[in-house]
Nanobody, 127 residues
Framework: QLQASGGGLAQAGGSLRLSCAIS?????????IGWFRQAPGKEREDEGV??????????YYMASVKGRFTISRDSAKNTVYLQMNNLKPEDTAVYYC???????????????????WGRGTLVTVSS
């Protein structure tokens, strides 16, 4: 139901845009979204990289990506994006998108709150 794509190899300082195509439900029906990541050899981080409320009136960014990453959506395409600029080697990870119904203006930063998960996409940043 969620399929992340857009990962690949980037040099430090470069950019990538991840996409999360959603099927089976509609974003505009009220789903909060989160992007999470799992670095090589580590467990998936419990804290979201970036999250958005179901009304898309509030967004969250973890401290290490604030000012570099931007979460957005295209309702017509039922797709969520994560624009990643000024990439750093420590951004190397498999990135996952997740969704949970409801929340209104509240976003969910912890993975445990999300019910729908997609397969991840690998981002590799070389120094």
């Amino acid at each position: 139901q969620l399929q992340a794509s857009g990962g690949g190899l980037a040099q430090a300082g470069g950019s990538l845009r991840l996409s999360c195509a959603i099927s089976g439900f509609t974003l505009d029906d009220g789903y909060a979204i989160g992007w999470f990541r799992q670095a090589p050899g580590k467990e998936r981080e419990d804290e979201g990289v970036s999250c958005a409320s179901s009304k898309w009136d509030n967004t969250y960014y973890m401290a290490s990506v604030k000012g570099r990453f931007t979460i957005s959506r295209d309702s017509a395409k039922n797709t969520v994006y994560l624009q990643m600029n000024n990439l750093k080697p420590e951004d190397t990870a498999v990135y996952y998108c997740a969704a949970v119904e409801g929340g209104g203006s509240f976003y969910y930063t912890r993975a445990i709150f999300y019910h729908h998960w997609g397969r991840g996409t690998l981002v590799t940043v070389s120094s």
